[in-house]
């Protein structure tokens, strides 16, 4: 069965510091691979996707993801972490049409 | 503005009541979504529909109900059957394409007491 893994729940940052959080998936074919952004008690806006082609996406408010098949990974990055970042974050695969499998969340702290 | 409109953001019932989530979008997609989120969870599947008056069960379908009269709105009902119904309940939307993102709605947080 496919599944989204995030390995960290919580992840802590300065503020201005680099970032990256990790998603692993499991998917037999060609993965459609999302990045969304959840602010507390929000919907769930969406960062970035994959389809196919460049496997390095940019995606809004300074984010990027890089696609790597050997590893079946899709980390999220972004050079340098606002305020405001703080947020839940969800990686999720397109298993088939119209439906996403979701990992669990990483929800980033940054700090002063 | 084009969007995904969920009411109430925050609703309580007694156990044993049924109640029902609305969700409404004016995106003119074809799918709508039903997600269930509990913390460190991620979100669950609930139902989904592609088109009017069908839809389908996603991974937790049991003790929900939901119709799809019109292409605009799909409304969930919770039923008394549903075990643990506390939780955060998010609709979603997307145009009928096998990769296309999918548009969220606020949330509605149902607290049963």
């Known amino acids: 069965a496919q599944s989204v893994t995030q390995p960290d729940i919580h992840i802590t940052v300065s503020e201005g510091a680099s970032l990256e959080l990790r998603c692993n998936y499991s998917y037999g074919a060609t993965p459609y691979l999302f990045w969304y952004v959840q602010s507390p008690g929000q919907g769930l806006q969406l960062l970035l996707k994959?389809?196919?082609?460049?496997?390095l996406v940019q995606g809004i408010k300074g984010f990027e993801a890089e696609f790597k098949r050997s590893q079946s990974s899709f980390n999220l990055r972004k050079p340098s972490v606002h305020w405001s970042d703080a947020a839940e974050y969800f990686c999720?695969?397109?298993?088939?049409?119209?439906?996403?499998?979701f990992g669990t969340g990483t929800r980033l702290l940054v700090s002063p | 503005d084009g969007g995904i409109t969920q009411s109430p953001k925050y609703l309580f019932r007694k156990e044993g009541q049924n109640v029902t989530l609305s969700c409404e979008q004016n995106?003119?997609?074809?799918?709508m979504y039903w997600y269930r989120q509990d913390p460190g969870q991620g979100l669950r599947l609930i139902y989904y529909?592609?088109?009017?008056?069908?839809?389908q069960k996603g991974d937790i379908a049991e003790g929900y109900s939901v119709s799809r009269e019109k292409k605009e709105s799909f409304p969930l009902t919770v039923t008394s059957a549903q075990k643990n119904p506390t939780a955060f309940y998010l609709c979603a939307s997307s145009i009928i394409e096998e990769a296309d993102e999918q548009f969220f709605g606020p949330g509605t947080r149902l607290t049963v007491l």
């Open positions: 995106l003119n997609h074809d799918a």
């Open positions: 999720a695969v397109g298993t088939g049409f119209q439906k996403l499998v």
């Open positions: 529909s592609q088109i009017v008056n069908d839809f």
């Open positions: 994959y389809f196919s082609g460049d496997t």
